[in-house]
C-alpha cells in the first residue's frame, strides 16, 4: 500500500514532458523543496520534542531535546 | 544535442539540464549561515495551584558552512547549540491527590509547585474514582480532574557537530555524513548515506537514504523527586544512586521520487522506516501508580483509602516506524508565488498513528522582499502503553505480626503492574495546530537575512477524531528565528568585478591584526558593509590564588567567604562565546557596528579539604553543596553591542579610530538554579550569569600603522557599568585594557602577530537581593576582577583570490602570564579567538 505513491509517480513521469527551455518557474528559489533548511531544521526539532512521530523528514540527526 | 538552437537557447538548456531536482536552488554550494532561535512553552494550567516555575524555554544557534572543494565535491559542517531551562511535567495525578504542593519561601514569595509524587492518604469511591474531602464539612467529593506535576530544570546544553561530503556526477549524486551530539544525560553519535539518481530527461529523480544512530542516556532521576521515586521495577537500569544507563541503536532508511508534473509543480512521495532498539524511555519521567487495597472495609462516606507512589516510566524496549510522505509544490503564475502542501502519515508499533499537513505560501514582494504564511496541523492517537495514571487493585504494602508478635511489612506485587506505562503527554492522543510568518530579504551580492515567528497550541481536543487526552495537558508555546545567510558564491562573482577593491583591503591594512581586538578599522565609504562572526573560549583551572599567590584549601576554608567558612571552591570554569559582527557605512566618516552575542558557561566545583561538616541536604544550604557536585552549565544570548566608529586621524599608513557604544543587557543576569531536595538553591554563581544587567558605556581608541611588510597597533578600551546595580542586586566591575601588538606579513596571504595586554577589571559592586547559597568564594562579590597580563600570538589568512577571495580567518591564542586576583579565583589557562570576517 505504502508503495503506491511510487506506482502514481511513475505513472505520472510518464505523461510530463518538459522541455529544459521550459524549467524557468522550476528553477525559481521558491519553488525548491528544501524551503528555509535551516529554519526547517530548528522547526523539526521543536516539533520532534513535542510530537511523537518524528522522522521521515531526512535521514540521521541526533540528540535527545528530552525537554 | 540540435545544432539548430540559437546559442542564448543552448545556454538555458544546458543550465536547465544541469538541475536536480531536490535541494537546490534555496541552498548555494557555498555558503556560510548563522542562526539563532528561541523557543518557551506558555504557562500551564494547574487548576488552583500557583507556581512560581517559568515555563521551559529554549535558546538555539545554529551555524553552517558550505564549500566546494573541487569541481564536484562538495563539504558541509554544522553546528548547533540548545540551552534549555525551566519547568516541564514529570508526571499526571488527580488533583485530589495533590501532586503540586505549594511551599513558602518568605512570607511574600510562594516557590511554585514543586513535585511531590507520593501521597499515602489518598481516597476514592468504590468505582476507584478519585475523591477529594472538603476541609470544612470531612466530606467526600468526586474530582476527576487530573493536573500535571511539574519539575523545573537548571539549564543544561546540547551540542552537535556535524559534516556531509558529497560528490555529483552528471546525474546522480552520494553524500556521506556524520556527526555527534552531547548533553550532560544524553550522547549520541550517527553517520549516514544518501543519493539521487536523475533519469527520464531529469523530470525525475530516485532519492534514498540510510542512517545508523547510537544514543547513550547516563541520567540521575530528578533530585527533587528522587526520594520519592519506586524503582523496584526497573532492574538494574538504575543504581542505588540514582544514576540510569540505557542505550538505544536507530537504523533508518527512505526511498523516495520527486517528479516534474509540468513547468510550474512537482511533486515527491517518501516512504521511511525506522527500527529503534534499547532504552527509549524519559529518566525524568513518572508514572503515578494509585494503590487501592480493594479488600478493605468501605468507609462511612463510601471512601476507598489508598495510596499513590511514582514509579520511573517503562516504555518496550523495540519501536518500529513508517512514514509516508507526500510533498507538492505549485506555482501560481498569478502572483508568482509558490504553494507548498505537505502531507505525512506516520504509523508504529507502539500504537500510535499521525498525521500532519503543512502548507506555505511563498510570495516575492519585489526588490529582495519575500513573506511566506504557514499553518501546519498535527494529531497522533495515543501510545498503547500511555496512562494519565495507573490504578492498582492492591495495598502499597500491608503489615502483617509474625507468631514472635514482630512486624512484617509486605510491599505491593509489582508483577501486578503492566510491563510497560508511560504518562508522557507526548504519547497521549492529541491535536496541535500551529501558524506561523516568515520574512525573508535577499541583498545583492549574496547576503540574505531572514526572520519568522511561529505560534504552537497542544489540545486533547484537537485530536482527529476526537477522543484526546483531557485539556490538563494543554499547552501552547512560540518559536521565532531569525538567520543571516551568504551566498560565498555570489560573494566572489561581486569580488571578481571589484577586485581591486577586495585586493586592497585583504592584502595591506589590517592584514596581521590579532583576533582578539576589536574596533580596529572603518568601513573606508558610505554603503560599504562587513559582515563576520567571532568566537572566543576561555578557560580557567589549576590552584586557587589569593592575589598572586598560590593558595592551601585550608586558607579558602577559613578565609575565602568572609565571616563564614567555605564548603567548596571552583575546579575549573569555561566559556564559549559566539558573537556576530555586523557592520555598515551610512556616511563615509562613520561606520555603525552591531555585536549579537550567545554564550554559554560550565562550571565544576570541589569539597574543599578540611571543609566544615556539610549541613542535612534537606536543608536549602545542605542541599546547594550537593547540588555543587554536579557540572553547572547556564547558556543563551549575551549582552548586545552597539557601536559608532570614527577615523579622527588618517595619515597615509597610519591612523587612529574611535569607537564609542554601549553595551545592551540583553543577556540573562537573574539565572537560578534548579530546586533540589525540595529546597529552594536560588541564582547561580554570579560569573555564570551571561549578562551584566546593566548599560554598559564601552570605548576604545585603537592606533595602526603599516610599515611594508610590518605593522603595529594599539588600544585602550573600557567598560563602564552606566547603573549601580541589575535587576537581581549587584554589578560586575568596570573594565580597562591596554593592549600593543604588531604583525608581520609572511606572504600576501598570510600573517602573525604577537601583543600584549594588560587588564584591570573591578569587583563587584551591590549582591544578589533574594535567594542565593554561599558555598564556595565564587558566591562573594569581591571574589571576581583583579589585574591581569596576557601575551597573545595569532595567525591571520586572507584570500587573495578564488572563489573565496575577500574572506579572512583569524585566530589568536592569548597566554596568561600574570594574574593577580581579587579576593579567591582560579587562575586562568588561556584564551582562543578566532574570526571570519568579509568585506563588500
Redesign the interface.
Known amino acids: 500500500m505504502r508503495f503506491l505513491y511510487f506506482f502514481c509517480l511513475i505513472f505520472l513521469s510518464a505523461c510530463s514532458n518538459v522541455s529544459p527551455w521550459e524549467r524557468g518557474t522550476l528553477a525559481k528559489p521558491h519553488m525548491s523543496l528544501e524551503l528555509s533548511p535551516l529554519q526547517n531544521s530548528l522547526r523539526f526539532h521543536q516539533y520532534g520534542s513535542r510530537e511523537a512521530a518524528s522522522g521521515g523528514v531526512e535521514v540521521g540527526g541526533g540528540g535527545c531535546g528530552c525537554y | 544535442m540540435a545544432v539548430t538552437k540559437s546559442k542564448s ?1 543552448q545556454l ?2 544546458a ?3 544541469a ?1 536536480p ?7 548555494s554550494d557555498e555558503e556560510a ?1 548563522f ?1 539563532y ?1 528561541h ?1 518557551e512553552d506558555g504557562t500551564r494550567n494547574l487548576f488552583g495551584v500557583k507556581s512560581a516555575f517559568k515555563p ?1 524555554q ?1 535558546d ?1 544557534i ?1 551555524s ?1 558552512v558550505k564549500l566546494k572543494l573541487a569541481d564536484r565535491v562538495r563539504l558541509a559542517f554544522n553546528y ?1 547549540q ?1 540551552t ?1 531551562s ?1 519547568a ?1 511535567p514529570v508526571t499526571t495525578a488527580p488533583l485530589a491527590f495533590a501532586g503540586n504542593r505549594q511551599r513558602l519561601l518568605s512570607p511574600k514569595i510562594l516557590s511554585g509547585a514543586s513535585p511531590y509524587l507520593n501521597n499515602s492518604n489518598v481516597f476514592v469511591d468504590k468505582n476507584f474514582n478519585p475523591l477529594q474531602q472538603d476541609t470544612k464539612t470531612g466530606k467526600f467529593l468526586s474530582n476527576n480532574q487530573l493536573v500535571h506535576t511539574l519539575s523545573t ?1 537548571s539549564p543544561e546544553t ?1 551540542k ?1 557537530g ?1 559534516f556531509r561530503v558529497g560528490y555529483d556526477w552528471d546525474e546522480a549524486s552520494l553524500d556521506v ?1 556524520a ?3 552531547a ?1 550532560n ?2 550522547n ?5 548515506i ?1 543519493g539521487r539518481f536523475d533519469f ?5 529523480s530516485l532519492n534514498w ?3 545508523y ?1 547510537q ?1 547513550d ?1 547516563e541520567a540521575y532521576l530528578d533530585h527533587d523527586a528522587f526520594p520519592y521515586i519506586e524503582r523496584t521495577t526497573f532492574g538494574s537500569r538504575v543504581d542505588k544512586a540514582g544514576l540510569v544507563t540505557g542505550t538505544k541503536k536507530d537504523w ?4 523516495g ?8 509543480a ?7 522506516y ?1 527500527n529503534s532498539t534499547g532504552y527509549m524511555a ?1 529518566p ?1 519521567k513518572t508514572t503515578a501508580v494509585l494503590f487501592v487495597d480493594p479488600t478493605q472495609k468501605i468507609g462511612s462516606n463510601g471512601q476507598l483509602s489508598g495510596s499513590m507512589l511514582a514509579f520511573i516510566e517503562q516504555r518496550p524496549e523495540e519501536r518500529n ?7 507538492f ?1 505549485q ?1 501560481i ?1 498569478t502572483f508568482d ?2 504553494l ?1 502542501l505537505d502531507y ?1 502519515f ?1 504509523h ?1 508499533d ?1 500504537g ?1 498513528n ?1 498525521h ?1 499537513i503543512s502548507g ?1 505560501w ?1 510570495q ?1 514582494l519585489g526588490d529582495g522582499w ?1 513573506i ?1 504564511p504557514r499553518v501546519r496541523y ?1 494529531s ?1 492517537d495515543a ?1 498503547d502503553f500511555y496512562v494519565p495514571y495507573l490504578v492498582s487493585k492492591q495495598a502499597a504494602s500491608t503489615i502483617t505480626f509474625d507468631e514472635d508478635g514482630n512486624i512484617k511489612r509486605t510491599s505491593y506485587n509489582p508483577r501486578l503492574l503492566p510491563q510497560n506505562y508511560s504518562s508522557d503527554y ?2 497521549s492522543g492529541y491535536g ?1 495546530l500551529s501558524g506561523g510568518l ?1 520574512v ?1 530579504k535577499q541583498f545583492a551580492k549574496g547576503l540574505e537575512l ?1 526572520a ?1 515567528a ?1 505560534y ?1 497550541t ?1 489540545a486533547g481536543d484537537l485530536k482527529l477524531g476526537g477522543g484526546g487526552e483531557g485539556n490538563y495537558a494543554d499547552f501552547d ?1 512560540y ?1 521565532v ?1 531569525a ?1 543571516l ?1 551568504v551566498d560565498l558564491a555570489a560573494l566572489s562573482v561581486a569580488n571578481s568585478v571589484h577586485s581591486e577593491h577586495a585586493h586592497h583591503h585583504s592584502h595591506h591594512h589590517g592584514a596581521g591584526v590579532p583576533a582578539g581586538i576589536m574596533f580596529d578599522h572603518v568601513l573606508p565609504k558610505a554603503g560599504d558593509v562587513m559582515i563576520g562572526y567571532r568566537y572566543m573560549y576561555a578557560n580557567q583551572a589549576g590552584a586557587t590564588q589569593n592575589g598572586t599567590n598560590v593558595i592551601s584549601d585550608a586558607m579558602i576554608v577559613h578565609n575565602g567567604c568572609g565571616a563564614k567558612q567555605c564548603f567548596v571552591t571552583p575546579n575549573e570554569m569555561s566559556m564559549n562565546m559566539h558573537m556576530l559582527d555586523l557592520m555598515y557605512a551610512p556616511t563615509d566618516w562613520l561606520t555603525l557596528m552591531l555585536m549579537p552575542q550567545f554564550m554559554d558557561m560550565h562550571m565544576t566545583m570541589r569539597e574543599l579539604d578540611n571543609a566544615p561538616t556539610r549541613p542535612s541536604p534537606l536543608t536549602s544550604l545542605g542541599a546547594a553543596i550537593v547540588h555543587s557536585e554536579h557540572e553547572h552549565t547556564t547558556g543563551g544570548i549575551g549582552d548586545t553591542g552597539m557601536y559608532a566608529l570614527f577615523n579622527v586621524v588618517k595619515f597615509e599608513n597610519q591612523q587612529i579610530n574611535i569607537s564609542l557604544g554601549v553595551s545592551a543587557p540583553s543577556g540573562d543576569s537573574d539565572i537560578q538554579l534548579r530546586d533540589t531536595h525540595r529546597q529552594d538553591l536560588g541564582f547561580i554563581h554570579y560569573g555564570m550569569q551571561l549578562g551584566s544587567g546593566t548599560w554598559d558605556f564601552k570605548p576604545a581608541i585603537t592606533y595602526t600603522g603599516d610599515f611594508g611588510d610590518f605593522s603595529i597597533g594599539a588600544q585602550l578600551n573600557g567598560t563602564k557599568r552606566l547603573e549601580s546595580k541589575n535587576k537581581a542586586g549587584f554589578a560586575f566591575g568596570d573594565i580597562f585594557q591596554a593592549t600593543g601588538w604588531g604583525s608581520y606579513s609572511w606572504t600576501n596571504w598570510l600573517a602573525t602577530s604577537v601583543r600584549g595586554v594588560y587588564t584591570l577589571q573591578g569587583a563587584l559592586n551591590g549582591s544578589y537581593n533574594s535567594v542565593y547559597h554561599q558555598i564556595g568564594p565564587m558566591d562573594y562579590v569581591n571574589s571576581y576582577g583583579g589585574r591581569f597580563v596576557d601575551v597573545g600570538f595569532g595567525v591571520a589568512a586572507s584570500m587573495p583570490d578564488g572563489s573565496l577571495q575577500g574572506n579572512r580567518i583569524s585566530f589568536e591564542w592569548l597566554q596568561p602570564v600574570h594574574d593577580d586576583v581579587n579576593g579567591y579565583q582560579l587562575p586562568r589557562e588561556g584564551a582562543l579567538s578566532a574570526t571570519w570576517t568579509y568585506m563588500f
Open positions: 537557447l538555458l538548456t543550465a536547465a539540464l538541475l531536482l531536490t535541494t537546490v536552488f534555496a541552498s549561515s542562526q532561535g523557543y521551559i529554549v538555539s545554529q553552517n548547533t540548545d534549555w525551566g516541564t530544570a546540547r552537535q556535524d555524513g556527526g555527534t551530539s548533553e544525560d544524553y549520541s553519535s550517527f553517520g549516514n544518501s527520464n530527461k531529469k523530470l525525475t537514504g540510510a542512517s544512530t544514543s542516556t533508518a532508511g527512505s526511498l521520487i520527486t517528479q516534474v508534473l509540468n513547468k510550474s512537482l511533486i515527491e512521495g517518501a516512504v521511511s525506522t524519559n525524568y516506524q513508517w512514514t509516508e510522505n507526500l510533498r509544490v506555482h503564475d508565488a509558490a507548498h505525512r506516520y508504529d507502539w500510535i499521525a500532519t506555505d511563498i516575492p519575500s511566506t498535527y497522533q501510545a507526548r504519547l496541535a516568515t525573508t531572514q519568522g511561529e504552537y497542544h508555546g518559536l528565528n538567520s545567510k
